[in-house]
Protein backbone atom coordinates (compact mmCIF):
# COMPACT_ATOMS: atom_id res chain seq x y z
CA UNK A 1 0.00 0.00 0.00
CA UNK A 2 2.92 2.12 0.59
CA UNK A 3 4.47 1.48 -2.52
CA UNK A 4 1.22 2.30 -4.26
CA UNK A 5 0.92 5.51 -2.30
CA UNK A 6 4.47 6.60 -3.58
CA UNK A 7 3.50 6.19 -6.78
CA UNK A 8 0.28 7.86 -6.80
CA UNK A 9 1.40 10.68 -5.32
CA UNK A 10 4.57 10.98 -7.92
CA UNK A 11 2.67 10.64 -10.94
CA UNK A 12 0.56 13.44 -9.64
CA UNK A 13 3.11 15.79 -9.64
CA UNK A 14 4.21 15.00 -13.39
CA UNK A 15 3.35 18.20 -14.92
CA UNK A 16 1.78 18.83 -18.30
CA UNK A 17 3.13 19.86 -21.08
CA UNK A 18 0.37 22.48 -20.91
CA UNK A 19 1.37 23.65 -17.20
CA UNK A 20 4.89 24.20 -18.45
CA UNK A 21 4.93 25.72 -22.00
CA UNK A 22 1.57 27.64 -21.92
CA UNK A 23 -0.35 26.10 -24.38
CA UNK A 24 -1.15 21.68 -25.87
CA UNK A 25 1.48 20.05 -27.51
CA UNK A 26 0.79 20.83 -31.61
CA UNK A 27 -1.69 23.78 -30.60
CA UNK A 28 -2.17 26.37 -34.15
CA UNK A 29 1.26 29.12 -34.31
CA UNK A 30 2.69 27.99 -30.94
CA UNK A 31 6.52 26.98 -31.62
CA UNK A 32 8.50 25.89 -28.85
CA UNK A 33 12.33 27.56 -27.47
CA UNK A 34 14.81 24.88 -26.45
CA UNK A 35 15.65 25.87 -23.05
CA UNK A 36 11.65 25.35 -22.25
CA UNK A 37 12.34 21.70 -23.99
CA UNK A 38 15.55 21.19 -21.63
CA UNK A 39 13.75 22.91 -18.62
CA UNK A 40 10.71 20.39 -19.35
CA UNK A 41 12.34 17.17 -19.33
CA UNK A 42 14.19 18.44 -16.00
CA UNK A 43 11.12 18.87 -14.50
CA UNK A 44 9.74 15.49 -15.60
CA UNK A 45 13.17 13.78 -13.90
CA UNK A 46 12.49 15.41 -11.02
CA UNK A 47 8.73 14.58 -10.64
CA UNK A 48 9.17 10.82 -11.81
CA UNK A 49 11.59 8.03 -11.36
CA UNK A 50 10.71 6.20 -14.65
CA UNK A 51 13.28 8.93 -15.97
CA UNK A 52 16.51 9.89 -16.18
CA UNK A 53 17.63 12.91 -18.07
CA UNK A 54 21.46 13.20 -19.76
CA UNK A 55 23.85 16.34 -21.05
CA UNK A 56 25.80 14.54 -23.38
CA UNK A 57 27.72 17.59 -24.12
CA UNK A 58 26.73 21.24 -26.09
CA UNK A 59 25.78 21.66 -29.32
CA UNK A 60 27.47 23.71 -32.67
CA UNK A 61 26.03 26.91 -30.89
CA UNK A 62 26.77 25.74 -27.74
CA UNK A 63 22.90 24.77 -26.30
CA UNK A 64 22.79 22.01 -24.31
CA UNK A 65 22.43 18.42 -26.34
CA UNK A 66 20.40 16.11 -23.70
CA UNK A 67 19.00 12.28 -23.88
CA UNK A 68 16.08 11.50 -21.60
CA UNK A 69 16.10 7.50 -20.59
CA UNK A 70 12.95 5.69 -19.87
CA UNK A 71 11.95 2.97 -18.28
CA UNK A 72 11.01 0.67 -15.13
CA UNK A 73 11.90 2.56 -12.12
CA UNK A 74 13.99 -0.40 -11.34
CA UNK A 75 15.51 -0.59 -14.87
CA UNK A 76 16.29 3.53 -14.46
CA UNK A 77 18.16 2.83 -11.04
CA UNK A 78 20.23 0.48 -12.86
CA UNK A 79 21.19 1.91 -16.06
CA UNK A 80 24.73 0.91 -16.14
CA UNK A 81 24.22 -2.82 -15.85
CA UNK A 82 22.06 -2.60 -18.81
CA UNK A 83 24.82 -0.41 -21.32
CA UNK A 84 27.17 -3.00 -19.84
CA UNK A 85 25.04 -6.20 -21.28
CA UNK A 86 24.51 -4.44 -24.41
CA UNK A 87 28.26 -3.44 -24.64
CA UNK A 88 29.48 -7.40 -24.09
CA UNK A 89 26.06 -8.53 -26.34
CA UNK A 90 27.88 -6.14 -29.25
CA UNK A 91 31.76 -7.65 -28.82
CA UNK A 92 31.71 -11.63 -29.93
CA UNK A 93 35.29 -11.05 -28.34
CA UNK A 94 34.30 -10.92 -25.16
CA UNK A 95 31.07 -13.28 -25.04
CA UNK A 96 30.60 -16.45 -25.85
CA UNK A 97 27.18 -17.72 -27.51
CA UNK A 98 26.55 -19.21 -23.90
CA UNK A 99 27.38 -16.05 -22.66
CA UNK A 100 25.58 -14.03 -24.99
CA UNK A 101 22.59 -15.91 -24.70
CA UNK A 102 22.27 -15.45 -20.78
CA UNK A 103 22.80 -11.68 -21.13
CA UNK A 104 19.68 -11.37 -23.83
CA UNK A 105 17.47 -13.04 -21.12
CA UNK A 106 19.22 -10.56 -18.63
CA UNK A 107 19.14 -7.49 -21.05
CA UNK A 108 16.32 -4.92 -22.02
CA UNK A 109 15.40 -4.30 -25.91
CA UNK A 110 17.20 -0.66 -26.61
CA UNK A 111 14.85 1.95 -28.57
CA UNK A 112 16.33 5.07 -29.52
CA UNK A 113 14.29 7.43 -31.00
CA UNK A 114 15.73 11.34 -31.92
CA UNK A 115 13.84 13.90 -33.52
CA UNK A 116 14.05 17.13 -35.46
CA UNK A 117 17.17 16.90 -36.77
CA UNK A 118 15.55 18.99 -39.61
CA UNK A 119 14.22 21.55 -37.42
CA UNK A 120 11.48 22.74 -39.89
CA UNK A 121 10.11 19.91 -38.82
CA UNK A 122 8.39 21.15 -35.73
CA UNK A 123 5.91 18.64 -35.30
CA UNK A 124 9.14 15.99 -33.96
CA UNK A 125 10.03 17.80 -31.00
CA UNK A 126 6.27 18.37 -29.83
CA UNK A 127 5.73 14.54 -30.23
CA UNK A 128 8.52 13.79 -28.40
CA UNK A 129 7.01 16.15 -25.11
CA UNK A 130 4.05 14.33 -25.61
CA UNK A 131 5.04 11.35 -25.57
CA UNK A 132 7.37 11.20 -22.95
CA UNK A 133 4.55 12.89 -20.59
CA UNK A 134 2.09 9.64 -21.44
CA UNK A 135 4.71 6.89 -21.63
CA UNK A 136 5.32 8.12 -17.71
CA UNK A 137 1.83 9.48 -16.33
CA UNK A 138 -0.50 6.83 -18.04
CA UNK A 139 -1.29 3.69 -16.27
CA UNK A 140 -2.00 1.38 -19.21
CA UNK A 141 -1.25 -2.03 -19.46
CA UNK A 142 0.22 -1.81 -23.25
CA UNK A 143 2.53 1.10 -21.55
CA UNK A 144 3.87 -1.23 -18.21
CA UNK A 145 4.60 -3.65 -21.31
CA UNK A 146 6.94 -1.25 -22.56
CA UNK A 147 8.22 0.23 -19.90
CA UNK A 148 9.52 -3.26 -18.19
CA UNK A 149 10.85 -4.57 -21.12
CA UNK A 150 12.23 -1.47 -23.14
CA UNK A 151 14.79 1.15 -22.19
CA UNK A 152 14.00 3.96 -24.44
CA UNK A 153 16.16 6.40 -25.25
CA UNK A 154 14.34 9.97 -26.58
CA UNK A 155 16.75 12.72 -28.07
CA UNK A 156 13.73 15.39 -28.33
CA UNK A 157 16.15 17.20 -30.67
CA UNK A 158 19.03 16.26 -32.94
CA UNK A 159 19.50 19.92 -34.00
CA UNK A 160 18.70 22.16 -30.98
CA UNK A 161 19.99 25.29 -32.89
CA UNK A 162 17.75 24.68 -35.22
CA UNK A 163 14.50 24.44 -33.22
CA UNK A 164 15.57 27.81 -31.76
CA UNK A 165 16.04 29.51 -35.30
CA UNK A 166 13.24 27.83 -36.49
CA UNK A 167 11.67 29.10 -33.82
CA UNK A 168 12.65 33.04 -33.36
CA UNK A 169 11.73 33.51 -37.77
CA UNK A 170 8.00 32.10 -37.40
CA UNK A 171 7.59 33.98 -33.94
CA UNK A 172 9.09 37.28 -36.31
CA UNK A 173 6.83 36.88 -39.28
CA UNK A 174 3.74 35.82 -37.32
CA UNK A 175 0.84 37.09 -39.09
CA UNK A 176 2.59 38.26 -42.16
CA UNK A 177 2.58 36.74 -45.50
CA UNK A 178 5.77 35.20 -44.76
CA UNK A 179 4.58 33.27 -41.89
CA UNK A 180 5.23 29.72 -42.07
CA UNK A 181 8.28 30.18 -44.55
CA UNK A 182 11.60 28.43 -44.06
CA UNK A 183 14.21 30.72 -42.22
CA UNK A 184 16.83 32.87 -44.59
CA UNK A 185 19.61 31.10 -42.75
CA UNK A 186 20.89 27.55 -42.32
CA UNK A 187 19.00 26.03 -39.66
CA UNK A 188 22.43 24.17 -39.00
CA UNK A 189 25.31 26.83 -38.62
CA UNK A 190 27.49 24.73 -41.02
CA UNK A 191 25.67 22.22 -42.77
CA UNK A 192 22.00 23.15 -42.76
CA UNK A 193 19.21 20.72 -43.81
CA UNK A 194 22.03 18.20 -45.00
CA UNK A 195 22.73 17.45 -40.97
CA UNK A 196 20.98 14.53 -41.41
CA UNK A 197 23.56 13.44 -44.18
CA UNK A 198 26.75 13.43 -41.76
CA UNK A 199 26.28 9.60 -40.61
CA UNK A 200 29.18 9.07 -42.66
CA UNK A 201 31.76 11.81 -41.90
CA UNK A 202 30.56 12.91 -38.27
CA UNK A 203 31.59 16.15 -39.21
CA UNK A 204 28.84 17.72 -36.96
CA UNK A 205 29.25 17.87 -32.45
CA UNK A 206 25.71 16.85 -32.72
CA UNK A 207 26.25 13.54 -34.91
CA UNK A 208 29.45 13.17 -32.89
CA UNK A 209 27.29 13.07 -29.54
CA UNK A 210 24.83 10.88 -31.23
CA UNK A 211 27.41 8.28 -31.64
CA UNK A 212 30.42 8.43 -29.46
CA UNK A 213 27.79 9.40 -26.38
CA UNK A 214 24.57 6.94 -27.89
CA UNK A 215 24.81 4.53 -30.97
CA UNK A 216 28.31 3.32 -29.63
CA UNK A 217 27.65 3.04 -26.08
CA UNK A 218 24.08 1.69 -26.36
CA UNK A 219 24.19 -0.57 -29.33
CA UNK A 220 20.59 0.17 -29.50
CA UNK A 221 18.58 -2.74 -31.78
CA UNK A 222 16.01 -0.11 -32.79
CA UNK A 223 16.67 3.25 -34.09
CA UNK A 224 13.46 5.45 -35.13
CA UNK A 225 14.57 9.15 -36.65
CA UNK A 226 11.52 11.13 -36.34
CA UNK A 227 10.53 13.18 -39.75
CA UNK A 228 7.43 15.30 -40.76
CA UNK A 229 6.16 15.97 -44.10
CA UNK A 230 3.91 18.54 -44.84
Known amino acids: LVALWVAITRGATVPTPESHFGHAMGADRKLLDWANVVGYFGKLEKASDRIKVAELGLTTEGRPYIAAFIS ?20 PRRTTEADAEKLIAQGKTIVLVTCSIHSTEVASTSTSIEFAYKLLTEDR ?33 LG ?53 QG
Open 141 to 173: PKFRTILQNTIFILVPSQNPDGVDIVTRWYRQT
Open 72 to 91: APDTIKHLDHYRDIQARLAD
Open 176 to 228: TPFEGTSPPELYHKYVGHDNNRDWYIFSQAETRLAVSKLHNVWHPQIVYDVHQ
